[in-house]
């Protein structure tokens, strides 16, 4: 067992059973693992999900990570009967449901945040909160027979956590229309709105994520883990912060090994050899 492995086992503890943990060389392979609950985002796959990436986070031989389901759906949002269960709490679960929703929307910014970056390989249908799990990740490969939704409008739950990422990966317009509808949306036009990058045929899902993640992996880590956090950081900003931000930020990447070594190659015309970054 690898070290990534033993620390995502850990991490999981009693709730193992939620989550496989997995290397391919520097990709760690994140698989939640209860199709029997359309692998929804209960309490314990949040926890393991989280520990997972924090442990990620740490790991140096860690440089691309791809999250996974089994079975028909990627995941189904959060477990609505679990939260159901709650409402026998003399706050009718208030205290329990805040709990949740931050845990989660602590999961959702980890991954935003997270130095490696992430990879959705999306074999089935991602609602609600599932939905917005593969907007958070950097990056989505989907089977052509997924769907994607955000349906709480038609159970008088508006998915105004999921709206988060979701208005940040695709135009205004679509995102309301997703939002106010409710409705299933095809892999194609997710791909044409942007949530997602590619739709392909279901049997090349993980080939396809994992191919992603092997080109990342090569890459040098911390030009990667910079360009990855100064994205998120810039998009944020007005024009002229963001290009004084980036400027700021390109400066100490040229000061970087890894740009001396990459720059150096390219003049003499030969591989980089990041280790010696």
Sequence with gaps: MTASERAGREATGAHAVDLEVARDGAVLVLTMARPEKRNALSESMLRALQ???DDAARDDAVRAIVIAAKGP???????LKEITAHRADPDNGRAYTDGLMRAC?????SIVTHPKPVIAAVQGIASAAGCQLVASCDLAVAADTAEFCTPGVNIGLFCSTPMVALSRNVPRKRAMEMLLLGEMLPAAAAADYGLINKAVPAADVMAEALAYARVIAAK???????????????????LAEAYD???????ENMMHAESMEGIGAFIEKRPPDWSKA
């Design 51 to 53: 520990g997972a990436l």
């Design 73 to 79: 759906a990627f995941c189904a949002g959060h477990d």
């Design 105 to 109: 929307a602590r999961l959702m910014r």
């Design 220 to 238: 040098p880590p911390v030009t990667v883990a910079t360009g990855k956090e100064a994205f998120y950081r810039q998009i944020e900003m007005p």
């Design 245 to 251: 931000y980036a400027a700021a930020v390109m400066v």
